[in-house]
Every structure is written in C-alpha cells, then in structure tokens.
C-alpha cells in the first residue's frame, strides 16, 4: 500500500492559480497510477484529473482543461496539480488518490487516498 498526504490548499480570489502537492511513501509510486478528485459541500466527489505511472499519459476533466496540469515525479515520490484561473466553482476539499483502476474517473477504482486540502476560490 502507499500512503498519501495532499499539501498547498489555502484561499485564492478568483483568476488565481495555487499548486496542490501530493507526497506518497510506503510502496514504490511508480507502480500507481494517480488522481486527483474533489468533493464540495453537498456534490459528490468529482474527477479532476488523472496521471498514468510513467507520467506520459494525462486525463481532466473537461471543467478543468486548459487550466489544471497533473504531474508527478517518480524519483520524489510526489503528484503535483496545478491550478490556473481559478473560479469559485472549483472551492473544495481536493484529494489525491493511487492505485491501477480500469477507469480512472470512478473513485473506487483507486486503493489509496489522502486526507484532502481545502481549496476556497473568493468571487
């Protein structure tokens, strides 16, 4: 299993970028593929975006195209998601998740979450 704790939430006005890191230990990172999901208040979790375990391979969802990149260096054990022009529709708890799902915009396909950082977006 890997372990993972999310890290750079904090509170943006709108147009503002902040840069969501994601640090896993226990197992080797680059036998997981990797995520990023959110959950707002009343929504369920959402797919954001996901990162293949070579990192050669991306998927977003279509909200966040063009504005969110995912990455992740393997040597440092680490996910990163970086968020540009930032709206107040993007505010919630962002999670990272590992594992090989089949599909990786279905939350159960993923074996390991971290805890979540908040993200607030003021408008």
């Known amino acids: 299993q890997v372990q993972l704790v999310e890290s750079g939430g904090g509170l943006v006005q709108a147009g503002g970028s902040l840069r969501l890191s994601c640090a896993a230990s226990?197992?080797?990172?680059?036998?997981?593929?990797a995520g990023w999901f959110r959950q707002a208040p009343g929504k369920e979790r959402e797919f954001v975006a996901a990162?293949?375990?070579?990192?050669?391979?991306?998927w977003y969802v279509d909200s966040v195209k063009g504005r969110f990149t995912i990455s992740r260096d393997n040597a440092k054990n680490t996910v990163h998601l970086q968020m540009n022009s930032l709206k107040p529709e993007d505010t919630a708890v962002y999670y990272c998740?590992?594992?090989?799902?089949?599909?990786?915009?279905?939350?159960?396909?993923?074996?390991?979450w971290g805890q979540g950082t908040q993200v607030t977006v003021s408008s």
């Open positions: 998740a590992a594992g090989n799902p089949v599909r990786i915009n279905l939350q159960g396909s993923y074996d390991s």
């Open positions: 226990g197992r080797s990172f680059s036998s997981y593929g």
């Open positions: 990162i293949s375990r070579s990192g050669v391979s991306t």
